[in-house]
């Protein structure tokens, strides 16, 4: 066991063909500087419903990071380049992730920033009721690097609600309660293939987000332009 781990969540379809197209890449990663893997490859609560898989996905992290000290996220419908760098030469204790909110003034303006901002006070008042002002940011809950310090980022909330988007919203929140420090990743470590422009690196990892088709045609389709025959 080492110090470090790299954990993906695959399950259902997800699992059949990240198998053929994203896992291998990502083991090989993890094998190559010395990062345990973890796969979780099944999920005690339903894999249909989605608060219950991210909230699961949550808990996981947090058991994690209280065995490791460091912890590298990466979604199973994420490309790894094939000459990816070693992702530690990143100081410790920030939050690294892929803010998804760099390109307005502020999360009042985009499509559900504000609305998720609001329903985490509702939902986690106990936490958050106290908190005048929101985030300028927003990260994505898969692809991230994190290390013990932030455990408590993770920590099980007094309500789980079936509401997409709110663990990222919880995490977020927490991150801006306790000042922790962080850092967009984007474009070179991390990317969205959506926020993926014309001029930008090829990044070093690409998370596969809100494209036409289906998840395992969105991989296929990128696979190439990430530098894979």
């Known amino acids: 066991m080492t110090s470090n781990v790299l954990v993906t969540l695959a399950v259902g379809e997800y699992l059949r063909w990240g198998n053929e197209l994203t896992l291998p890449k990502i083991r090989d990663y993890a094998e190559k500087y010395g990062w345990d893997f973890v796969l979780i490859d099944h999920l005690e609560r339903s894999a249909n419903n989605y608060s219950d898989y991210v909230w699961e996905a949550v808990a996981w992290i947090y058991e994690l990071l209280g065995k490791y000290d460091r912890l590298l996220s990466i979604p199973v419908d994420c490309i790894i380049k094939p000459d990816a760098r070693d992702i530690l030469s990143l100081s410790t204790g ?126 296929r389709m990128f696979l190439p332009m990430m530098g894979y025959e």
């Open 94 to 219: 920030v939050f690294y992730g892929m803010d998804e909110l760099p390109y307005d003034t502020s999360p009042l303006d985009w499509h559900y920033g504000k609305t998720i901002w609001e329903y985490a006070k509702t939902e986690w008042a106990d936490e958050f009721s106290q908190i005048t002002d929101i985030p300028k940011y927003l990260y994505n809950t898969g692809p991230m690097l994190v290390d013990r310090s932030h455990k408590e980022l993770f920590r099980k909330p007094s309500a789980e609600p079936n509401y997409g988007m709110l663990e990222m919203a919880l995490v977020n929140m927490r991150l801006h309660k306790y000042g922790m420090a962080h850092k967009d990743l984007r474009p070179e470590w991390f990317n969205a293939s959506n926020m993926w422009f014309a001029g930008q690196p090829v990044p070093q990892m690409l998370h596969l987000m809100w494209q036409s088709g289906s998840k395992e045609e969105a991989v």
